[in-house]
C-alpha cells in the first residue's frame, strides 16, 4: 500500500521525487497498517477491498491531518473514517449485485421433449417395480419422498446402515437395468 502525496500542478509536471508535506503521517501509517488493515479486514468480505477501504480512509485522514488536534486519538480517528466510508460504500452498492464463494448454478437445460420424459418416467418405475420389496420402499422413501437415511429407518425400524446398503444394492440393480440403458 503507498501513502498519499500532495502535489502540485508545477511540482506535478516535474520528475523529482514527491515529498510528503505530514512527515508525521507517514511515520503514523508505517507504524500503525497492521492493526489498521486488521480493522479494515474485518469490515469486508475480501482482502482487497479492506486495502482499497484502508487506503481511502487514510486519505481522508492525509486531507484532514491540520485539522486534528490530538493526534494521541488517530486510530480512533482513522477507525471512524474506515467505518464511515464503509458505511458510505455499502449504501451506495447496487443491489442487484452480492458477493459469494460460489458461482451460481447455470441455467437449467430446455426441457426435452415431453413425449420422451414421459418414456424414461414410464421406464422408470418399471424398473423400480422389479426391485425386491425393501428395496423398492426404501429408494421410494429416500428419492421420491426424499425423507433422510435417518428418517427412512425410522419409518420402516431399521437401522440406518441397513438403509445405507439396501438403497445401494438398490441404485446398482436400476444401474444395470437394460431398459434404463439408453438414459446413461
Partial sequence: MTTPVCTSASNAATPRAQTLAYPSFASYVKARQPVL???????????????DLLQTALTKTY?????????????????????????????????????????????APPAGDPAEQQALHDAMWRAIMRLPARQRAMVVLRYYEDLSEVQTAEVLGVSVGTVKSAVSRALGKLRDDPELGPVR
Fill in 37 to 51: 488493515l486488521r480493522t479494515a479486514r474485518s469490515l469486508t468480505a475480501n482482502p482487497s477491498d479492506a486495502e
Fill in 63 to 107: 486531507v484532514a491531518w491540520e485539522r486534528i488536534e490530538d493526534h494521541r486519538a488517530l486510530d480512533g480517528y482513522v477507525r471512524r473514517a474506515l467505518l464511515n466510508t464503509r458505511t458510505s460504500q455499502w449504501r451506495k452498492r447496487k443491489v442487484d449485485e452480492f458477493a459469494c464463494d460460489e458461482l451460481p448454478e447455470p441455467e
